[in-house]
Structures are given as structure tokens and as C-alpha cells.
């Protein structure tokens, strides 16, 4: 037990010291934009206040608060500057919520006002800046949400469970794998968006709407369809999503317009399909997807067994 003890103490002073060390780097880099950019963007006026808001979000609560925390690290008080810093994490999430538009406003700034432009590029040549660039330290505290977890975990694990510094710390990691999970939530449905977004466009004139609330994007690939009456295979691109598949062949490329793009044949809710495999053709390579519906059965085919697998449990998932 004692040994125990010592290696869980070891173990635990290593942590805590690297948690204040990337601490105080972490801070160093807030520093930086809110020193080069926030402040002397305020004093000059060079953007109007509601903008320089949208670019930086709550980047200066965030550095408040994680000065606070170094200076309870720095004294040994682990618990209290902990529970002191839970109060604060939400602020990781609100971060993340607005760092889609931030980039968008630094985007439109970057090519609409020319002092800015000028300004940014000035800042940005600075040695402390080390060759990096604003876009590159906004992501900072989202990259530093993810050691958090890691480094709480560790002290975690190497505190003894019977202290009242466990129970904090517990309570902790908690609170940053919520916050975690939210923002892990955000950029999913964000790249969600974007995948959505794409096939629309992909898709020739609007008649098939991709974009719908609550659909998510699960897959894409050509497959064969096998025709119920001994016609030839027709070579088609299915997109499956949570709730539906839609099937599409290329347009012409000749197309004046749409030779790039894709047309719709078929689009099957998946509310009343059901999924069935099919092996053994194809000399054992590959196989048969069977997908039944109220008033038609698809028959599906590859010559890959991996595409045909994966296929059949992306399909079995969505169904459900």
C-alpha cells in the first residue's frame, strides 16, 4: 500500500507540474492575440466593436480564467482552483458554438477592409509570432479543452480515492467531458452540414431536397443494380442518409450545364425497408444486397466483399 502511495504521488507531482508548465504556455499564446490583436484593435477602431466580438468571442474570459487557475497551481491548491475553473468551462462550449462565424467574419474583414488586412499582416510578421498566423491561434482553446481532459484523467488516476482532492477531481472530469462532448457535437454537426451541402450540389436542378433538418450523412458509393427482369446491370451512385437513400446516375457529358453533376432516379425511405445480404456469385467475391420496401425490392451488388459488408451494416444501422 505504501508503495502505492508513493508511485500514485510520483505520478500525480509529474502530471500537476506539466499541467502548469502547458498552463503557462497555453496562457502565453492567449496573451499574444488578445496583447497584438484585442487590445489595439479596440484602441484604434480599425473594426467595429460588434466584429471584433464575433472574431474573438470570449477569448479574454477565457485567459481570465485560466490565469486564475496557474495561480492556484502554482500554490498547490489543486482542488480549490479546480472548482474555481468548472465554473468557467462553459465558456469552451460558447467558444466553439462561435468559431464557424468568427472565421467568416476574419475572412470577409481580410478582403473587405484594407487597414485591417495591412494591420493583421503586420502583427503577424512580429518574432513572437513565430511565423504563425491569427487564423492558427483561434483554435487554440479547443485544442487545450482536449489536454484538459487527458491531464485531469491522469491526476485521476493517481490520487487516492479515499481524499477529498479525488472527489474534485472526479467532479472535474466530469465537467470537461460534458464540455467536451459539446463541442465534439458542434463540429459534427457542422461537417454534417457540409456533407449535406455537397450532395445537393452534386445533384442536378432542386427537385430532390437533400437538406433537411435532423438528416444525417452516412455514406456514398457506385453500386450495381440488378434488374428484376434480366436486363443489363446499371452502374448507380447511392447516397444513404439516416432516414433515406437516393439513387443517381451521370448526366451526359456533353451536358451544357450539369456534365459534372449528377441526376436522381430514385429516392427510398428507409422507415419501412428491410436489409437482407445475399452471398455466393461473383465466383464468391463480393455479393447481393437485398433491400425490401412496401412496393418494390432493390437488389444490390459489388464484386468487393469489404464495399458489399460495409454496405450492409451502414444500411442495417440506418434502418434501425
Same mark, same amino acid.
Request: hydrophobic share 35%; proline share 4%; net charge positive.
Given at each position: ?40 484593435? !479596440?484602441? !484604434? ?36 482552483? $479546480? ?39 503586420? *502583427? ?70 457540409? *456533407? ?32 428484376? !427482369? ?25 451536358? $451544357? ?64
Amino acid at each position: 500500500v505504501e508503495d502505492q502511495r508513493a508511485r500514485w504521488e510520483r505520478k500525480h507531482s509529474r502530471t500537476a507540474k506539466e499541467l502548469l508548465e502547458t498552463e503557462y504556455k497555453y496562457i502565453e499564446q492567449l496573451d499574444l492575440v488578445l496583447t497584438y490583436f484585442v487590445t489595439i484593435l !479596440k484602441a !484604434k477602431g480599425t473594426v467595429k466593436p460588434a466584429v471584433l466580438e464575433t472574431i474573438f468571442g470570449p477569448l479574454e474570459s477565457l485567459y481570465s480564467a485560466s490565469h486564475v487557475l496557474s495561480l492556484h497551481l502554482e500554490k498547490g491548491n489543486l482542488g480549490p482552483g $479546480l472548482e474555481n475553473f468548472c465554473q468557467c468551462l462553459d465558456l469552451y462550449g460558447h467558444y466553439a458554438e462561435n468559431l464557424e462565424q468568427a472565421n467568416k467574419t476574419l475572412k470577409e474583414q481580410m478582403r473587405k477592409n484594407k487597414s485591417f488586412r495591412q494591420f493583421k499582416k503586420l *502583427q503577424e510578421t512580429r518574432p513572437q509570432f513565430q511565423g504563425r498566423r491569427l487564423e492558427d491561434l483561434l483554435p487554440l482553446p479547443l485544442q487545450r479543452l482536449h489536454q484538459y481532459k487527458h491531464f485531469f484523467r491522469d491526476l485521476l488516476e493517481n490520487t487516492s480515492p479515499d481524499t477529498a482532492e479525488y472527489q474534485t477531481l472526479a467532479k472535474t472530469v466530469k465537467s470537461v467531458c460534458e464540455v467536451s462532448h459539446w463541442v465534439q457535437d458542434i463540429f459534427d454537426k457542422r461537417e454534417n452540414s457540409l *456533407q449535406l451541402l455537397r450532395v445537393q450540389k452534386l445533384l442536378k436542378g432542386q427537385k430532390t431536397r437533400v437538406l433537411t433538418p435532423g438528416r444525417w450523412y452516412i455514406r456514398e458509393g457506385w453500386l450495381l443494380v440488378v434488374p428484376s !427482369k434480366g436486363e443489363e446491370l446499371k452502374r448507380r451512385m447511392f447516397f444513404l442518409f439516416s432516414d433515406t437513400l437516393i439513387a443517381a446516375k451521370p448526366c451526359h457529358p456533353l451536358h $451544357l450545364l450539369n456534365s459534372n453533376k449528377l441526376s436522381c432516379q430514385a429516392v427510398y425511405p428507409l422507415h419501412q425497408c428491410s436489409v437482407d445480404k445475399v452471398f455466393g456469385h461473383t465466383w464468391s467475391q463480393g455479393g447481393l444486397l437485398s433491400l425490401s420496401f412496401p412496393h418494390k425490392t432493390l437488389l444490390l451488388m459489388s464484386s468487393n466483399q469489404q464495399e458489399i459488408n460495409d454496405w450492409y451494416w451502414s444500411l442495417t444501422i440506418a434502418v434501425r
